[in-house]
């Protein structure tokens, strides 16, 4: 659909400290991360930072927090604010008195020398925080002692043959690094890219960061990319132990500023459903329906995720999608 133009972005973020100066450890520093020696296979990435969130969940717990407590105006919470403040968000000791806990046990909890809060500490934080569902539990993953083995989901026969039969609805699935595993044929005409013929790369979020291609197809870019940024969140929390998701968000964050701006966030994100735009360069621009199904690895996995598309009866999208299936043979990916 359209041919790859990877681009890279070695360019480093200002990185400032609590107080806004600025970082004297490197201008690539995200809170709370560990340096890397080299990352091999990725040019400019000589010395790039460990970002929160990879390896270290109690790193991870502190990073999120941290990350959190600075999108709360202290106005939302009945704090003053005022013109010469120099923290963006909450401080340190405003968080924990909100939340009910000593400021001492807050700051271990951020520098990760805390471990296991209770559910009681970790309920107060997340209302304090303004949490919703998927955040908290995401935070409870972050704060929980079980650490799950990266799922070894697989595309069944079964599966593939319930995609080849939805003909007329674009479809495809990704795994928990949101790799592009599977496919029917209206869905490669839909999204292109990772699921382009002859693609050896087919993950989403390289796609979304490093193809200048995934701008044209996807018009709410920015959007987009907070998705992938926030599922891939959960996955770091959820399989810490994941050598190629670790290799992944690395990677990405030594060659994309905006994905260390958006990682940064500690924006967290959920398969759901709802609308896109995606634009393809015969249909033109589309608005189309979208649902996210389930397959578990084994139960409690996250496993694999199929997005479907669809449009509402007698819309012009609907016609579109009925000649792109006529146009295109059918079959499996």
């Keep these: 659909m359209n041919s790859p133009h990877h681009i890279e972005r070695p ?12 970082n004297s450890e490197g201008t690539d520093r995200i809170d709370g991360v560990d340096r890397i020696d080299g990352v091999e296979g990725i040019d400019g990435a000589e010395g790039i930072d460990r970002i929160d969130g990879i390896g270290e969940t109690r790193k991870a717990l502190g990073g999120f927090l941290r990350a959190r407590r ?9 704090l003053v604010g005022g013109r010469r403040r120099r923290v963006h968000g909450l401080r340190r000791e405003e968080l924990a008195q909100l939340a009910g806990i000593s400021v001492d046990y807050y700051v271990r909890l951020e520098q990760g020398r805390a471990t296991q809060p209770s559910p009681e500490v970790l309920d107060a934080l997340a209302g304090a925080l303004g949490l919703d569902t998927a955040e908290r539990r995401h935070l409870a993953t972050l704060a929980g002692a079980r650490r799950d083995p990266a799922p070894r989901a697989r595309v069944s026969p079964l599966l593939q043959r319930l995609l080849d039969g939805m003909a007329h609805f674009p479809a495809f699935v990704t795994n928990h690094r949101l790799d592009v595993v599977a496919w029917n044929r209206l869905g490669v005409e839909l999204i292109g890219g990772p699921a382009a013929p002859g693609r050896r790369d087919r993950n989403n979020a390289r796609y979304l960061f490093l193809d200048l291609a995934a701008r044209t197809v996807h018009p709410e870019w920015e959007d987009r990319a907070r998705e992938a940024v926030g599922q891939l969140q959960v996955s770091a929390g959820r399989y810490p132990g994941d050598a190629e998701l670790t290799a992944l968000i690395t990677e990405l964050s030594a060659r994309s500023a905006e994905f260390r701006r958006i990682w940064a966030t500690g924006e967290v994100v959920m398969c759901a459903a709802g609308r896109k735009r995606l634009r393809h360069p015969e249909a033109g621009l589309l608005t189309l329906d979208y649902e996210t199904l389930h397959v578990p690895a084994v139960p409690g996995e996250m496993g694999l995720v199929v997005h479907v598309f669809s449009a509402e009866e007698g819309s012009r999208e609907a016609a579109s999608l009925a000649r792109l299936a006529m146009a295109v043979p059918t079959g499996g990916g």
């Design 11 to 22: 360019d480093g973020m200002d990185s400032r400290s609590e107080d806004g100066t600025p």
């Design 70 to 78: 600075g999108r709360v105006a202290p106005e939302q919470v009945g």
